[in-house]
């Protein structure tokens, strides 16, 4: 009875070690997953799907309706800087009077930084501001950001009161759009930073005392 329990016990521990092994697998963000975990990354597979997503989803610009937008197939899939722009432009074209486009900066590459304001009309002092993307691999908060912008577009369109009657609301899907750009490239999916490398959410400068 013990020569059985001793051997059950080497072999849980031979399989916790093969575990503990599988499981100290290094990823691209230098974080431990298990190997497949890691080679699910390294592959690609999520840029892949949602590049598929895009196919199965097409045809969205054309069937976009103030009321309806939180409800677009554009919301089935992560987007591509290219897409993102062209679905809040036409937004934009479809409420002149609400929704209007700033240019508030540009890339390292030179790319342009909009910001998208949205106003009932009426003049107000006070102002939000919604920024996303300042991380380019985070890709649900630059679908998050358009959809608060789409939700609270829909819900002027049914007539009800929004953040957008007491303030000036301003909306920018990508700050970084460069990294964003490189996150959509093969191998670059876990791209934190710029163009420039430089991580725009901690690298400010210090305040002298």
Not at 99 to 105: G, M, Q, V, Y
Request: with cysteine; aromatic share 10%.
């Amino acid at each position: 009875m013990k020569t059985i329990a001793i051997l059950a016990l080497a072999s849980t521990a031979v399989t916790f070690a093969a575990a503990d092994t599988t499981a100290l697998a290094q990823g691209l963000d230098r974080k431990l997953r298990t190997d497949a975990q890691v080679q699910v990354i390294e592959d690609d597979a999520d840029a892949d799907f949602n590049l598929k997503c895009h196919t199965d989803n097409d045809g969205y610009i054309e069937k976009l309706k103030a009321g309806e937008y939180t409800a677009s197939r554009f919301y089935e899939c992560f987007r591509t800087s290219k897409q993102i722009f062209e679905y809040a432009d036409k937004l934009m074209k479809q409420n002149p009077k609400l929704l209007t486009r700033e240019a508030i900066s540009t890339t390292v590459q030179n790319k342009t930084i909009y910001a998208y304001k949205l106003t009932s009309g009426f003049a107000k002092k006070k102002s939000l501001y919604f920024q996303s993307l300042l991380h380019a691999r985070e890709w649900v908060a630059g679908s998050s950001n358009l959809y608060a912008l789409s939700a609270i577009l829909d819900d002027m369109a049914h007539g009800k009161v929004t953040a957008a009657h007491s303030y000036n609301l301003y909306f920018v899907p990508i700050v970084n759009i460069d990294g964003y750009d490189i996150s959509w490239t093969k191998g670059k999916r876990l791209q934190r930073k710029n163009a420039n490398e430089v991580d725009l959410n901690r690298n400010w400068p210090a305040r002298e005392v």
